[in-house]
């Protein structure tokens, strides 16, 4: 039976409804699993899910057919985009695996290997993005070379021979000198789970490729005794990486899945590994833990998202349109969305498909049909007497970091909730972005009310602001310059919000800016002065803007037709509610019985005065007791046990297998 059907017949119906331990969340999360789940006497879903079987099996087909057509488009011309030895790659990948243009393919591939090989390449430093030197792959591009060789050489499991002798030869001498020089068994132990070399992306480039490369190589007699540059042979090292990835992706779903969460151009160039761990691995248990992770992945994906567009607290991020959306189409096979990778040919070239539950997330279970709070735990600060240096950075297993959204009928609003006084990896505090999306299905675009930092000199914006967010109302602070050796930040100019999306009406009354799409609507103060718009009345900023001196304070609070009835109502309870600023504090309550914030302001050059929000009188809580907490995902911090409940869906995934 093939995969897909595999996971289907795994399924069972729900039999009891997932228990909180926290009261109103646990009542939220009943009600929403009961109306997602409704059966009929016979135990079949009705409703929204009455196709539930028939959906999954027509996703899982239309995207085998788009990733061969994504194929075919590749090899139709004479090289792929990106232009060199990066479209060479992904051409001969494609070519191979559709089993034609094969005798072009292997020669593309043997003058690239012997033109590297006979360099004579010294053991020289780790290669990076910025200097890859003259290797038969471009930095990014080795995901791809790996999975050449791994699909196709003399012995593989997969279609064996389509590479010839001398290609194959040259391909696995080429990637002999390259890992010779980098692998490192001292990077392998249980204590480097949540090492990274350089970032997250770079490091999802090289570990795994080391693993299956030295896997390979230790079966070819005249490479298994060969020693790397550490002193230590290739058998020893692929011993180490099997050991070190049987509990990676058990470590990553147990502590927060991603450090560059949500990444605009980053997440494409992490992703691709995880599929070739799970389905090139020589190891049974790597690749189904990889399987699951895959699976999680997706699911906290989706949950997180509109219409495949992610929101939330994300990384290294920008408002607008996200790179690995059409890579997810690929697997989803959204109608009238873009499909397709442009860095990569893993996804068109596996097999794997998506669990069911991430299906019903998109097609399915949203807009949700009550609200709900989304809280998951996520990486990205240092361990303690870390810092980052050219080598790596280590992260703290329990970071004090959460990716907080709020969901209703109607709109996603979502940021990261952090503490800036604490040591959190530049990959992490790069270019933070929260706001709001809009869920409207009857309309093609998806509004947007979003912050929006303006770029300051040198590179990219670093810990440029912090925010604290309880269900529809969130508050972020600008974080003053004070260098790269601080917690100041840098790089940065204004922090203001940026309003996307025809369909948003906007309207200013009392301080206030004021936008809604008919059905979701969000109130926007600046609470340090007032505001100037750009020449297109699309961003706003903050007046009198000093980049040296600036802490300005952005408030939103968000409602919909749900909640409020009409925009006037919200309008009319946001224009009344009780907010008091201080130079030193945000005392915010909207309504006669909702939440209740107070956020100090946090000042870079004296972070021991600055505190921890008070919601409803208590700080909050960046360290919670689950890793994932919704209604759709459930697990303990530390545990590498996830409960799934979507829909008709009910199953655990368990890394211990």
């Known amino acids: 039976m093939n995969k897909e059907m595999n996971k289907l017949t795994s399924i069972t119906l ?82 191979l695996y559709l089993n034609e243009k094969v005798d072009e393919a292997n020669a593309r591939l043997l003058q690239r290997a012997k033109d590297y090989i006979a360099t004579n390449p010294a053991q020289a430093p780790r290669t990076s993005p910025e200097a890859p030197g003259n290797l038969p792959w471009t930095f990014f591009s080795v995901t791809d070379y790996v999975r050449t060789l791994c699909l196709f050489h003399s012995q593989s499991p997969h279609f064996p021979g389509r590479l010839k002798p001398e290609t194959e030869a040259a391909m696995k001498e080429a990637l002999w000198l390259w890992v010779r020089g980098e692998s490192r068994l001292a990077d392998t132990g249980p204590n480097d789970l949540l090492l990274l070399l350089g970032t997250e992306n770079h490091d999802l480039n090289r570990r795994p490729a080391y693993y299956l490369i030295t896997a390979l190589l230790q079966d070819d007699p005249s490479y298994r005794d060969r020693k790397l540059a550490d002193g230590h042979t290739v058998v020893e090292h692929a011993a180490a990486y099997r050991a070190f990835y049987r509990e990676w992706p058990r470590k990553r779903a147990a502590t927060g899945l991603w450090a560059e969460v949500g990444s605009n151009g980053y997440q494409k160039y992490s ?43 994300r990384s290294r991020a920008y408002p607008g349109v996200n790179a690995f959306d059409s890579y997810k189409n690929l697997l989803f096979v959204s109608e009238g969305q873009p499909a397709g990778s442009s860095h990569s040919r893993v996804i068109e070239t596996s097999r794997y498909q998506l669990p069911p539950e991430a299906i019903f997330l998109r097609y399915r279970t949203f807009p949700a049909a009550e609200s709900f709070v989304l809280c998951n735990r996520v990486l990205g600060e240092l361990g303690k007497g870390e810092s980052e240096d050219a080598v790596g950075q280590r992260l703290a297993a329990d970071s004090a970091l959460v990716n907080y959204a709020y969901r209703t009928p109607h709109y996603l609003l979502g940021s990261t909730l952090q503490n800036p006084t604490l040591n959190y990896s530049g990959i992490s505090r790069q270019n933070r972005a929260c706001g709001m999306l809009f869920d409207d299905p009857a309309s093609n675009e998806i509004c947007a009310v979003s912050a929006v930092i303006e770029h300051g000199s040198g590179g990219r914006p670093q810990h440029p602001f912090w925010s604290v967010q309880q269900e529809n109302v969130l508050i972020l602070q600008r974080i003053a310059p004070l260098g790269r050796s601080t917690l100041g930040s840098y790089n940065t100019d204004a922090v203001g919000i940026g309003f996307e999306g025809k369909a948003l009406k906007k309207a200013e009354e009392g301080g206030w800016i004021f936008a809604s799409n008919g059905k979701a609507f969000v109130g926007v103060k600046f609470l340090d002065g007032g505001y100037q718009w750009d020449k297109n009345q699309t961003l706003a900023t903050p007046t009198n803007f000093n980049k040296t001196t600036d802490k300005s304070r952005i408030l939103l609070n968000a409602g919909d037709i749900a909640s409020h009835g009409s925009f006037d109502k919200f309008k009319t309870e946001v224009l009344a509610s009780r907010l008091n600023v201080t130079p030193d504090k945000v005392d915010y309550q909207v309504g006669p019985t909702t939440n209740h914030l107070e956020v100090t302001l946090y000042d870079a050059k004296a972070p021991d005065r600055f505190s921890l929000p008070l919601i409803n009188g208590k700080p909050v809580d960046l360290r919670p007791a689950k890793t994932y907490q919704s209604p759709y995902l459930n697990s303990d911090f530390g545990s590498g046990k996830i409960t799934v409940t979507v829909g008709p869906v009910h199953r655990q995934l368990d890394f211990s297998h």
Do not use: C, M
């Open 14 to 95: 729900i039999t009891a409804l997932l228990l909180s331990p926290l009261a109103a969340l646990h009542a939220a999360e009943r009600e929403l699993s009961r109306k997602d789940a409704e059966v009929n006497e016979g135990g079949r879903p009705t409703g929204k899910y009455t196709d539930h079987e028939k959906l999954v099996a027509q996703t899982h087909k239309d995207s085998l057919k788009l990733r061969e057509e994504a194929l075919r488009k590749t090899i139709a011309k004479d090289t792929a985009w990106p232009q060199g030895v990066w479209g060479d790659n992904l051409w001969t990948l494609s070519a």
């Open 271 to 313: 992703w691709p590994a995880l599929f070739n761990l799970h389905e090139l691995a020589p190891d049974p248990v790597i690749r189904n833990r990889f399987g699951l992770l895959l699976d999680l992945a997706f699911i906290e994906e989706e949950q997180i998202s509109v219409r495949g567009h992610r929101g939330g607290g």
